[in-house]
């Protein structure tokens, strides 16, 4: 569905869904690999939110292979000590890997 500009300024119902899902999926940047996290961004803008939202519970479900577990486990320690400052990254990265 195409939707105009007139819909958009409206608020058109898909836009605010599609709006809060990429917001909800921001949430988990920092858990996810990049390359899942662009896929569901992109199925949500081409107008599949139910697919992109099925889609996400899928992949926070799935099981990691270890490369990707620790590269989201380095991910996580890095955005943990950004937003919180004074905190170890070994722990921090320790904490990750047992998720």
Do not use: W
């Amino acid at each position: 569905m195409i939707c105009t500009s007139e819909q958009v300024s409206q608020g058109h119902p898909d836009k605010k869904r599609m709006d809060s899902f990429i917001k909800e999926l921001k949430r988990y940047r920092h858990i996810l690999p990049k390359q899942t996290i662009s896929t569901l961004k992109g199925q949500a803008i081409s107008g599949n939110v139910e697919g992109a939202i099925k889609g996400l519970q899928t992949a926070l479900n799935k099981k990691q292979s270890n490369k990707d577990r620790f590269t989201n486990a380095h991910r996580g320690a890095r955005y943990i000590i950004k937003n919180y400052g004074d905190v170890d990254y070994r722990t921090q990265l320790s904490i990750n890997l047992r998720n």
